[in-house]
């Protein structure tokens, strides 16, 4: 939930990263997009009456650094 999307840019931002809209569902008050993210499918709902992104459009994702956890092999 904490996940922003922000329109593709070739300025790339630090904490910022490409991934592309698979598919988009629009829920009235939110909207569901389906990410393709280094070759993972990822859903981001994002609240808004009115969809930003179309789909097969690239975008950027930003993970706020306190929201995330590393986990390394050992």
Do not use: W
């Not at 789909?55 to 590393?70: A, D, H, R, S, Y």
Request: glycine share 6%.
């Amino acid at each position: 939930e904490n996940v922003k999307m922000h329109a593709a840019s070739s300025d790339t931002q630090p904490g910022r990263h490409e991934a592309r809209v698979l598919q988009r569902q629009y829920l009235g008050t939110q909207t569901l997009y389906t990410l393709s993210f280094f070759g993972q499918n990822m859903d981001i709902v994002e609240l808004g009456t009115v969809p930003r992104f179309a789909e097969g459009e690239n975008v950027q994702i930003e993970f706020p650094l306190e929201c995330l956890t590393v986990f390394t092999k050992q």
